[in-house]
């Protein structure tokens, strides 16, 4: 059974950093792109970052270049995304996913439950 548990969201103000967690198990990802995606109350999911299991490429939303950066430990399975300059229009839901290399959520076929980031002004 494939998961992907999401970890470290939380309460934080503006400015602030966080750091997200991505555990996957339950099959081998190494042919897969991982990537984080958002969603706001009342807007659509979007992406954030992507990031090949590899680690040799990553791509970002232009939102949060040079603010987010995304990477992953293939030994521990485990992927990451650092949020340093946090905005409030940063308060999403935050998830995971497993798929190809694309930035459309419909090119992910496996999802986490997500983890709440909200960002106080």
């Known amino acids: 059974q494939v998961q992907l548990v999401e970890s470290g969201g939380g309460l934080v103000q503006a400015g602030d950093s966080l750091r997200l967690s991505c555990a996957a198990s339950?099959?081998?990802?190494?042919?897969?792109?991982m990537g984080w995606f958002r969603q706001a109350p009342g807007k659509e999911r979007e992406f954030v970052a992507l990031i090949t299991w590899s680690g040799t490429r990553t791509d970002y939303a232009d939102s949060v270049k040079g603010r987010f950066t995304i990477s992953s430990d293939n030994a521990k399975n485990t992927m990451y995304l650092q949020m340093n300059s946090l905005k409030p229009e940063d308060t999403a839901v935050y998830y995971c996913?497993?798929?190809?290399?694309?930035?459309?959520?419909?090119?992910?076929?496996?999802w986490g439950q997500g983890t709440q980031v909200t960002i106080s002004s």
């Open positions: 339950g099959r081998t990802f190494s042919a897969y792109t």
């Open positions: 996913a497993a798929g190809r290399w694309s930035s459309g959520v419909n090119d992910y076929e496996y």
